[in-house]
């Protein structure tokens, strides 16, 4: 709220207003403003620094509004992340390392109502955070299942040709199809087709497969791979976060969708 209202005690302003004699900064004895804190001496990220200025007012409004996750439209695709930031798409990509998928669906069963999101994390060497989600379009299908082909699909796409990475997955059937793809592409295998691109030989070193939803303990007991755990446990809640809010169709348009077509005609019939 100090640096919102104006109002933050850098020396600067302590000297400003009479209650001190020295406005310099004690390290390196020049003027102690808010932006020569924030520049000099604090691990801000780089890309929030260049909204500062001259750290008034309205320069801090710049930064809680860049803080706030932007909320774009589903038509508009594939969201990337950086640090909780969004970022370009075209300029976001995955390095050399582990990429965990996930996948995540809400009433699937249930035409119109079913939600589906998709989403890939990497937790990178030098500890920034990457993470790709998207809202599945009504026209693919709303399963879970789906949405982890999808999530590999969309992750080494942001994988640079010359790179590969790892993927860690909690479905056994993308683990499969990368190990098998003869078995995926059979005419009962809908999501063979991913696996056959070139790209996702290229750029895929293995996959890894875990356990979904284990508490700490629960993978602390199994042996699990802590890091594993923590990339899984991520990027189910960026999977989650990807869902459509909630959607109730009409009555009758709900009732079209999820009545089979001899019942629908027996009604009819009997009315």
Wanted: net charge neutral; charged share 25%; hydrophobic share 40%.
């Amino acid at each position: 709220m100090q640096g919102l209202s104006g109002t933050l005690p850098t020396k600067s302003w302590l000297h400003g207003k009479k209650i001190i004699k020295d406005s310099h900064c004690s390290s390196c004895l020049v003027l102690e403003t808010a932006h020569h804190i924030v520049n000099k001496h604090t691990r801000l990220d780089g890309n929030l620094k260049k909204y500062l200025k001259g750290c008034e007012p309205k320069d801090f409004l710049k930064i809680c509004q860049f803080h706030c996750p932007e909320v774009n439209p589903i038509f508009e695709g594939i969201r990337a992340y950086e640090n909780g930031i969004q970022v370009g798409y075209d300029d976001f990509w995955f390095e050399a390392g582990l990429v965990a998928l996930d996948g995540s669906a809400k009433h699937a069963r249930w035409p119109g109502f079913a939600t589906a999101g998709a989403a890939a994390y990497q937790l990178t060497a030098t500890g920034v955070v990457k993470a790709l989600i998207w809202t599945i379009p009504d026209d693919y299908p709303q399963s879970a299942a789906a949405s982890e082909q999808l999530a590999a699909d969309n992750a080494i796409d942001k994988v640079k040709p010359g790179v590969k990475v790892d993927l860690l997955v909690d479905c056994l059937a993308v683990q499969l199809c990368f190990l098998d793809l003869r078995q995926a592409s059979r005419c009962q295998s809908k999501f063979g087709g991913l696996w056959k691109q070139p790209k996702m030989r290229d750029r895929i070193n293995t996959i890894h497969n875990i356990k979904s939803h284990m508490t700490k303990e629960q993978a602390l007991a199994a042996g699990t791979n802590m890091d594993w755990w923590a990339a899984n446990q991520a990027v189910d809640a960026l999977a989650n976060q990807a869902l459509r809010d909630d959607k109730f169709p009409e009555d009758e348009e709900w009732a079209e969708a999820v009545t089979p077509s001899h019942l629908r005609r027996y009604l009819i019939k009997m009315a």
